[in-house]
């Protein structure tokens, strides 16, 4: 048996730090921790608990020494976009604000309107999609909110690199995550100081980007105190999509992948970004990948819909339903629902209420749904109308995302491989293997935590490379097959 590693993978509703080992050539995995996250209203903001996830962290490490499974190395890989500054003493300046925050909205137009910036030079230099939440975005909010903020920082870390940092002492960025922040050349996978300069932003807080599978340090004395032991940090792909994408067991060079949880991440696994206005009109993106590849791929808003469905049930009604329970009220639906919803519409970005945004973009369309009764006595009745309107707006955009991919790169795809939390949901993976006229395989579960462990697998020698740890992964876990 290998040694023992750790995988910290936060997600916007959850982290979870599951340990990792290689048995007789499979690779096994055990939850140790578990965690709830999200975010809420700060000084007029969204945003996150950083002090709160760093506390979970911290006792997520401790939680493996109680449980003997004492890690020799540890990973950490969060969300994308968001980012914290650190005054000259190492603190964080001002609050961690979320992605799902609305103080972005205009500056893409503000920088091309003011002569800045404009989104198609943005795109020809980084290749990443329009999103109104993508870092540069942020950081040009913030300067413009207060600008006394970048003034007096010292470093840009994104949410894993600050968890790092806090670990080892290590101010660095790691690559995955910094592509997407669309100031990283994505020829080069270096900041691109020219771009940074030309908006204003000061060139001395953002640090070497180091590739994921980079080894950072031990733990700080500080924290080997706290937890009981020392291990070394190494950074995986630090983004959780990255990560998620390592884990895909694709059967060959024409295989769809999907990472799908709160956001579903739909592309394949390119050698060089993909740069045309043809790309950019689609906003399809180039985030970067392990190994130096380049994930092309289009953001679609997944299981965040669903999730915040269940989560507002729970709220009105006291009763926080199964997705099993949703599911079933959802096919009840099915044929009483017509409209195809856009999934992408920012409309579904942060509602103040999932259900009545759905609803109401049903009823734009001419098409209202019915309040359906419920056979369930603790759903509200019209779930299930809601719930079928979102899968089939979800089916309906993996529909059209695999045939845009085709379009721009000329392949014909075999397969759509599932990993993470959505692969759990046989439902959506029918809807999507109709829709597509795919097969689809579903699995691992854990794609996330799987791909940040590979990395760890790979830099301990337990894998000769990314390609046998992939094998590795077919014989390690059931992978469903849905025609």
Known sequence: ????????????????????????????????????????????????????????????????????????????????????????????????????????????????????????????????????????????????????????????????????????????????????????????????????????????????????????SYFTKEIEEKVGFSAKVVLPATHDTGSAYIAVPARDDKAVFLSSGTWSLMGIENKEPVLSNASRDVNLTNEGGY??????????????????????????????????????????????????????????LAPKSMIEEVRKAAEEKGAPLPITKEENENLPDGTGAVMAAIYSALAFDYKRTVSTLEMLTGKSFTSINVVGGGSKDMYLNERIAKATGLPVFAGPVEGTALGNLIVQFINAGDYKDLYEARRAIKESFEIITIQ
């Open 291 to 348: 190994d130096k590849t380049y994930r092309y791929l289009k953001n679609i808003m997944g299981l965040w819909m669903i999730q915040s469905v269940r989560k507002e049930i729970a709220k009105k009604t006291g009763y926080k339903p199964s997705f099993p329970e949703l599911i079933k009220s959802a096919k009840k639906a099915e044929n009483k629902v017509s409209v195809v919803l856009d999934a992408d519409d920012d409309r579904f």
């Open 1 to 216: 048996m290998s040694a023992y590693h750790l995988a910290v993978d936060i997600g916007a509703s959850s982290g979870r730090h599951i340990i990792g080992y290689v048995e007789s050539g499979k690779m096994k995995l055990n939850e140790v921790y578990r965690f709830e996250n999200g975010v809420s209203t700060k000084n007029g903001h969204l945003c996150w608990d950083i002090d709160g996830i760093l506390k979970n962290v911290i006792d997520g490490i401790k939680e493996c020494k109680n449980k003997d499974l004492v890690p020799e190395t540890i990973g950490i890989d969060t969300w994308a976009v968001d980012f914290v500054l650190l005054d000259k003493d190492g603190n964080v300046i001002g609050d961690a604000v979320s992605y799902r925050d609305d103080r972005t909205d205009g500056i893409k137009d503000e920088l091309y309107e003011n002569g800045i910036l404009a989104f198609e030079e943005l795109y020809k230099k980084t290749g990443i999609q329009y999103q109104k939440f993508n870092t540069i975005y942020q950081l040009m909010a913030l300067k413009k909110e207060h600008p006394e903020y970048l003034e007096e920082a010292e470093d840009f870390l994104m949410i894993p690199d600050y968890l790092a940092y806090k670990l080892t002492g290590m101010k660095v960025n790691e690559y995955t995550n910094a592509s997407t922040t669309a100031l990283v050349d994505a020829k080069t996978r270096q900041w691109d100081y020219e771009l940074i300069e030309k908006i204003g932003l000061p060139k001395k807080i953002f640090k070497e980007i180091k590739e994921p599978g980079s080894k950072l």
